[in-house]
Each structure stands twice: as C-alpha cells, then as structure tokens.
C-alpha cells in the first residue's frame, strides 16, 4: 500500500511531478523556504564560487593584476574577493584594460548580489511562522456517547494566536460508475471550528455521525481506500498582527481506535493550571470505547 501523502511530513515533496518543467519552483521561493544553516551554506558556496570563477578569469590575462604575484591563484582570488565587496585595500590593482572590465563586471555583481541578499535575509527575518505541534496519533473513541474522531494541537511559541480556524478534510480513493479511480475529498465537520485564543492547546473533535465520511470506517477500509485527513489551521499572529498558518495529515496507520490522549493539563496548589508538553503525543491504547460497529451495537446520533 502506498504511504504517499499530499501533506508530506518531511522536508522533501512526497508526490513526484512531471511536466511543464517539473512544475518550475524559482530560486527565490527556495532559498525562502529553506532552513537558516542550508541557506548560509548555499549562500557562502556561491559566494566563493564566484570569486573563484573571477580570479581564474584574472589569470586567463597575465599581468591584469599589479602588485600580484605571476601565477598566484592566492592573490587573484583575494583581489576577487575585495573588489566584489568594494574594500579596496590598494595594494592590488587592475593594470589592464582587460583586468578592469572584469572589475566593472564583478562590482555590478557584487552590488547586485548584495542588494538581493539584503532583500532575501529580511523577508526570511520578519516572515511570521507558527509553531504549531500536531498529535502524532489521531483517535478514534467515544465521547459523550457519541463515536468521534479527535486530535491534538499545541501552540509551542510563548505569543498566541487569535482567531484561529482549524479545517479538516478527508481524502481517499474512490471508483466512479465508469471504472475510473479518482481522488475525493469530503470534509469534516467540527464541533468548533475557531479559536479565539489559541494559546496552549486544542483538541479537534469530529463527531461521526451517519452523515459523516467515517461513519462505520474501519481499520482495514481506511487503508484500502487510501484515506489521508489533512488538517489545515490559520490565524493572526498576536505580536505580529501578521497571518499564519500550519498544516499536517493522518494516514489510517496513525490512527488509534478506542484509545484515549494522555492528559496534559493539571491544576497546581495554587489554583492556576498547568500545561505539560511533555505528554503531548503519548496515548493510552484501549483507553477508549470503540465505535458501536465495530463492537456490535448502535450508535447514538
């Protein structure tokens, strides 16, 4: 069966795609999304490779540069090296005519490179991310009489979240009429769907109902129609005041029937109530009740 997610949980995409260039994704975008060391070391291998490239165009002409020695890689990439960041100590020089085009050509790519960089490291600073933890197990139990599919989240910085909004949706596989397998999606619908304040945590609950998509799922008919429920959540950063978003998927492996989450809230002697994450993701196997389909009985609507 295959473990292929429209959410991926990993840094990498989980669907391979072809055609109109493998679906273009600019530089730009990239560097924007990738992690802070992988972005220094990108950033510093360009830079170092294109002085590299220019000093090896210094020793293509011997003599371009005075004061260096005949030859000397050492000295044409130092020289490289100062004339793209415009220091200028005024010990090396450009002595020819060719030499000084290549130094009109590396100061306007120095101070083009420099003026995108810029721009490239502040939207990468001042672009608002949560941090958002998700449950690694969904459940599936009985509340309230009622058979339920929950989950948890968790905001893990220090500043809220307001108004935040949790959508879920169910995808699987299903045949049409004619045979054909297509990808549908159905979504669910929640006890509550916003947030006013999402500071600590949030438990999701989707009541199953004989109006819902799980209404007497199984193990084993979630895993052959391929089922991922993707949850997507946004809100308004409280520092910010700026947009932010998360989101994460469940596959039928991750889900745990007739088992209940841990609890992670308590009351200290003072009064005030504690959170500890601690527990955040841990479950209690057949904690629970299962589904009264899975147990024989009827469900109470």
């Not at 490779?49 to 990439?77: C, H, K, M, Q, V």
């Not at 932010?244 to 492996?253: G, L």
Request: glycine share 8%; charged share 20%; aromatic share 10%.
């Amino acid at each position: 069966m295959s473990k292929s997610r429209i959410v991926s949980r990993d840094v990498g995409d989980s669907w391979v795609r072809e055609g109109y260039g493998r679906l273009q994704r600019d530089a730009y975008h990239y560097l924007l999304d990738a992690s802070w060391p992988k972005l220094i070391a990108i950033l510093v291998g360009l830079y170092v490779g294109g002085n590299t490239l220019f000093a090896f165009a210094y020793l293509a002409r011997p003599g371009s540069i005075e004061n260096g020695r005949p030859g000397s890689f050492g000295d044409a990439f130092f020289f490289s090296v100062q004339t793209m960041a415009t220091i200028g100590y005024g010990k090396l020089l450009p002595s020819t005519a060719y030499a000084n085009l290549l130094v009109v050509l590396e100061t306007s790519t120095g101070i083009i490179g420099l003026a995108m960089l810029t721009g490239l490291i502040f939207a990468k600073f001042s672009r608002p991310t949560a941090r958002v933890l998700f449950s690694r197990r969904a459940i599936v139990t009985m509340r309230d009489g009622i058979p339920c599919f929950m989950f948890r989240m968790a905001n893990a910085r220090s500043t809220g979240i307001v108004e935040a909004e949790a959508r879920v949706v169910l995808a699987r596989s299903e045949d049409t009429r004619e045979g054909e397998n297509v990808r549908r999606f159905y979504d669910l619908e929640l006890s509550r769907t916003r947030n006013s304040i999402f500071a600590l945590t949030w438990t999701v609950i989707h009541w199953i109902t004989e109006a819902s998509p799980l209404y007497r799922a199984t193990p084993a008919s979630l895993e052959a129609s391929e089922v991922e429920i993707i949850v997507s959540m946004v809100g308004l950063d409280e520092s910010l005041s700026q947009t932010v978003h998360a989101r994460h998927s469940f596959i039928p492996e991750e889900i745990s029937w007739g088992a209940r989450f841990v609890d992670v809230i308590s009351r200290l002697p003072d009064g005030r109530r504690q959170v500890d994450l601690t527990h955040f993701h841990e479950v209690v196997e057949h904690g629970g009740s299962l589904p009264p389909w899975l147990t024989g009985g009827e469900t109470t609507a």
